[in-house]
């Protein structure tokens, strides 16, 4: 069984940053690959990034603007997100699976989620 927690999502103007924290109950490395998803009002969930022990990954649309990394000592894997755009706007999830799996791989094939962090980008 693992843990997620989403936090450091809010309300930020369009061209700013967040870094978005997922909080692991266990060795995060243990539980690698860990995924970050989103979900938009009237949207299905898509893949925005993952990151595994060996490689990282973004979809096309936040490629160059953001960036995943994992910090062991804290159990926490981050987002940055930098020059965001009012089409970012979201609730972010972070995931993993019982299993190690791909990286990228879809949502369903996750079974732990995270309760979710709101995104806004608005001026």
């Known amino acids: 069984q693992v843990q997620l927690v989403e936090s450091g999502g809010g309300l930020v103007q369009p061209g700013g940053s967040l870094r978005l924290s997922c909080a692991a109950s266990?060795?995060?490395?243990?539980?690698?690959?860990i995924h970050w998803f989103r979900q938009a009002p009237g949207k299905e969930r898509e893949g925005v990034s993952c990151?595994?022990?060996?490689?990282?990954y973004y979809v096309d649309s936040v490629k160059g603007r953001f960036t995943i990394s994992g910090d062991n000592a804290k159990n926490t894997v981050y987002l940055q997100m930098n020059s965001l755009k009012p089409e970012d706007t979201a609730v972010y999830y972070c995931?993993?699976?019982?299993?190690?799996?791909?990286?990228?791989?879809?949502?369903?094939?996750?079974?732990?989620w995270g309760k979710g962090t709101l995104v806004t980008v608005s001026s």
């Open positions: 990151i595994s022990d060996t490689s990282t």
């Open positions: 266990r060795f995060t490395s243990d539980v690698y690959p």
């Open positions: 995931a993993t699976s019982k299993v190690p799996g791909y990286c990228p791989a879809p949502s369903f094939a996750m079974d732990y």
